[in-house]
């Protein structure tokens, strides 16, 4: 089994001359290793249509880079830099995925491109989700989701490392996780799953399972 995976741009300043680079965070490494699955990484905008087609799903990993306002109809608040522009690459991919009837995960960037890509918009900035000493919040499941199949409870502790999240929901998705304050934390729609945590930081191997056990085989 082959899953494509979304590496992210990153910017150093004080390595120069190699400031620019794709990454991937290494847990995903070892979560896949220890599946057994072979992750393709995807940096480059070419041949997006033959790593679909030699792919069996699509992961939309988080991202330093926020969505640019302009793809869902709003201008920036408060002067704020986009330095990259990820959301071209992003949505060519989860669309060929989409079109080919291929599951998609999207963590964290990935829940809020995947609602904009399908016609939703975003909270521009939000308070207290950036949660950097890694404390944890309670979110509630919807229990018809894929999140309930995963937890087997109506709630769960997430940890948060956001600033945006998404505002209006895009159509035809659902809601399936909420935070008590009222973000939105999962959605979803047919073979598309998307959560505003990270579940690899927590090296929650059982919710990459079962995406693959119930999504993919």
């Known amino acids: 089994m082959k ?4 590496e992210r741009i990153e910017y150093c300043e004080q390595d120069k001359p190699f400031s620019k680079r794709y990454c991937l965070d290494n847990s995903f490494k070892d979560i896949f290793d220890e599946l057994g699955i072979l992750l393709i990484p995807v940096v480059s905008e070419k041949n997006l249509a033959e790593i ?24 920036p608040i408060n002067d704020k830099e986009y330095k ?8 060519s991919l989860v669309q060929l995925f989409a079109n080919s009837h291929k599951p998609i ?19 521009q900035q939000i308070p207290n989700h950036n949660l950097r000493d890694q404390s944890k919040h309670e979110v509630e499941l919807d229990p018809s989701s ?10 769960v502790e997430v940890n948060s490392y956001h600033k ?7 159509p035809n998705f659902k809601i399936t996780a909420m935070s008590k304050d009222g973000i939105i934390e999962g959605i979803e729609k047919d073979n ?25 085989r």
Not at 56 to 74: F, R, W
Not at 106 to 122: K, P
Not at 146 to 155: A, M, S
């Open 146 to 155: 894929f999140l309930h199949q995963v937890y087997k409870k109506n709630i």
């Open 84 to 91: 990259f522009d990820e959301y071209g690459l992003v949505k």
């Open 192 to 216: 598309i799953v998307a959560v505003q945590w990270h579940p690899e930081a927590l090296y929650d191997i059982q919710f990459f399972k079962v995406f693959i056990e119930k999504m993919i």
């Open 52 to 75: 679909c087609n030699m792919c069996d799903g699509l992961i939309v990993t988080g991202s330093v880079n926020d969505v640019h306002p302009k793809y869902y109809g709003e201008e």
């Open 164 to 170: 945006q999240a998404v505002k209006d929901l895009a």
């Open 105 to 123: 995960l999207g963590i964290c960037a990935g829940i809020q491109e995947i609602n904009v890509i399908f016609g939703g918009t975003l909270h």
């Open 3 to 6: 899953i494509a995976i979304i």
